[in-house]
């Protein structure tokens, strides 16, 4: 396991947010989403509002508007929900250069519960024109997503995580807007997959190795711009794709991939792994994981069943 | 620094144009919102014509002062004032809410430049007021920034969060100017949301509190002078208006928030308006 998440974010934020433009908002969760780390290195451009995430999504536009490329934290269920008006209002529609940092996605404040778990937040601010969204996927990724935030002017939603995921990218590995990664190369199926179930849909492949079926792994890092051409690409190659989000397979990175499948008239299986249209409860994070089908077993299986499906 | 007797009848001849002009636009384009533009005329006109340090020539510089209207309904007296003040040419009025034009519903920084937020949505303008001022005072610019707001706006709960804010930050340059007209959408603020002594309101809340007939460019203007001087606060001025302000039968009255205009009410508008011109 490789350092956290939200610990590599506060690390890139603090080091990349080495320049005057760059504020950070937090809204009294700083400790936990790790922009704590910037307060005590520029205590002058790190602005703590308290419990009040309306302001704090308003007031990023005006700094944005000003010339500034303001970072804002807070847990993703309520930077997507209560922040929701000022994103579409201020970042989607009038385009301004906000940068919203999603903590804590999924399910990865597992203890805390469903009030705490995003699980809609991928199909939210997908729906919002001009944004683009990310899904960290490693350490070394939400360390490249920090950078490109500070360097491509526009708004941006990323969700993070509380926890650590397999490392899946040497450090200083460079990606690109609207490029999907090829983590493992395969003929059989393709599994399109982010942040989390990247790594599940690794342990995927060894399983299904063993019973003679050949995956495809793909980090659909970003998720919008989606990268159309290497989805229809791994389904001419492939013809069984199934994707695995930690998200409800309502409207996420499922739904975005169906839409560039169905455009674009293939005939293709796809198969959804995801939060089945439910809220989840508080446990461990494995156990969730467990009990609500986010695993590589629940992977392997629909892969094999989506192969079942295939027509001959 | 007052405002001359030659000075204060100029701004006083600017408002009664942009009555006359803002009425005959709404009739003509049967839609916008009359009751809370007529309440603003004063505001917006100070603001634009004699206290924000902005024009056509400095609309891009960093430093220039920054006017939000944050209850953007309020949208075709903003326009007016933009026009009067040569950000966009007078003709281009027409085209309120037309397809393709600038002058969106509700105002649209990228629509049109002078605009220098999105506002319509309300409850938003105050903190994106508080982040341009706190950005301005990182980069130790001396520009101020001045946010309009309605009293109905002020039911929004995201304003307060703002006002506690820029009390912590010491926003001293930011400008609350509150269009206090006493009526929203449904009806009065005693009906539908009793707002009680704003001004104390929003001292209580750790701000530097001015009140004025909100239809006195002097004592408008009297009032940003005296709030530009004070250090360490944020500034509101809590100005007095009557909504639909100069036409008898809109004043007051809820149900010309966003009525269009129909001919009989037009000249009846027009006459007392026009009435009021020979000053």
Redesign the interface.
Known sequence: MSVSIRDAYGRALAEYGDR?DV?VLDADVAGSTKSCVFAEKFP??H?N??V?E???????????????I?FVNTFAVFLTSIGF??AR??GS???LNMKLMGAYGGMSDAFDGPTHHALEDIAIMRTLPGFQVYVASDAAQTDWIVKHCIEEAGPVYVRLSREAFPALYQENTVFEKGKGMIVKEGSAATVIACGLMVGHALEAAKILEKEGISLRVVDMFCIKPIDQELILRCAKETDVIVTAEEHSVTGGLGGAVAEVLSAGGCNVVQGFVGMEDTHGECGPYAALQEKYGLTPEKIAETVRECIRRKPE | MGLSEERQKELEQICRESRVELIELLHKKQTGHPGGSLSACEIMTVLYQEKANVSPDTVRD?DRD?IILSKGHAAPILYMALAKAGFIPQEELLTLRDLNTRLQGHP???ALEAV???T??L??????????????K??ESPAAVYVVAGDGELNE??CW??A??AA??KADNLILIVDRNHVQLDGTAEEIMPMGDLGEKFRVFGWEVYTCDGHDVGELCACIDKAKEGKGKPKAIIAETVKGKGVSFMEGKNIWHGKPIDDASYEQAMKELKGGMEG
């Open positions: 005057p504020v002058e451009r602005f509002v308290g009040a309306q302001n704090m999504l308003g007031m990023a536009a005006g700094f944005a508007s000003t010339g500034k303001p008006l000022a209002t201020l529609y009038s385009g | 960093k920054r649209s920084s990228h220098e937020l999105t319509g949505p409850g938003l303008g105050m903190s994106a007021a508080l982040g341009m001022a706190l950005s301005l990182l980069d709960g995201a969060e703002a506690m804010c912590k930050f």
